[in-house]
């Protein structure tokens, strides 16, 4: 079956631009993840997406938003954008249940942003 | 809150060799998973093996496997017969049993591996 697919996966844009990244997940899969990896501070989590839902943020500016849509598709959106951001975002999703044996994510290859 | 940390930035292992990845954690919780995540030049970040935190026994696939030690909070890697294709970033996470899917990482092991 397909994986996780993301879209673009290297995008370059300059300071104060805005920016939209798109997850595609395994179908069936209703949680989607968003991860930030940077050489600097690692791999940080941005939030979860889970059927239409926010369930989970983590700690990012207000700058850094998402969404998802129906098909379990889901989006994120960085404004104005600082130097800083420029780091490879991955997404990640898996069915979504709370209970044991679910908790599985799988990745997609990432989105590299060049903040120029 | 949690944290992960692997204390090895760079290890090297000759081809055909073991080698093991350290990882400890931090946490209040007693129900979650660890795992052992791989990311090669490509990005992709692949998984390795999970532990759930209520097993024993320590998980085991093909030729890597796991000790874990709850008490201790650690959860090391060995990866047996090493070979070319095992070189890559390696990060250890924890997921808590009911945080839906936030992993928190490990900083990373670049394992080299030497023909």
């Known amino acids: 079956k397909a994986g996780v697919t993301q879209t673009p996966r290297y995008l370059i844009k300059t300071r104060g631009q805005q920016v939209t990244l798109s997850c595609s997940p395994i179908?069936?899969?209703?949680?989607v993840s968003w991860y930030q990896q940077t050489p600097g501070q690692g791999l940080q989590f941005l939030f979860e997406?889970?059927?239409?839902?926010?369930?989970n943020k983590g700690n990012f500016p207000g700058r850094f938003s998402g969404r998802q849509f129906s098909n379990s598709r889901s989006e994120m959106n960085v404004s104005t954008l600082e130097l800083g951001d420029s780091a490879l975002y991955l997404c990640a999703s898996s069915l979504g249940d709370r209970v044991s044996g679910a908790n599985v994510l799988t990745f997609g290859a990432g989105s590299r942003l060049t903040v120029l | 809150a949690q944290t992960v940390t692997q204390s090895q930035p760079e290890m090297s292992v000759q081809e055909a060799e073991t080698v093991t990845l350290s990882c400890t954690y931090d946490?209040?919780?007693?129900?979650?998973?660890l795992f052992w995540y791989k990311q090669p030049p490509s990005r992709q970040m692949i998984l390795v093996i999970r532990q759930e935190a209520y097993k024993q026994q320590n998980a085991t696939e093909n030729r890597f496997s796991v000790n874990f030690q709850k008490a201790a909070k650690s959860f090391s890697l060995k990866i047996s017969d090493s070979q070319l294709g095992d070189a890559a970033m390696y990060f250890c996470?924890?997921?808590?049993?009911?945080?839906?899917?936030?992993?928190?990482f490990g900083g990373g092991t670049r394992l080299m591996v030497k023909p």
């Open positions: 946490t209040s919780e007693s129900d979650y998973y």
């Open positions: 179908s069936g899969h209703r949680s």
């Open positions: 997406y889970f059927s239409e839902t926010q369930r």
């Open positions: 996470a924890f997921i808590s049993y009911n945080a839906g899917n936030m992993l928190t």
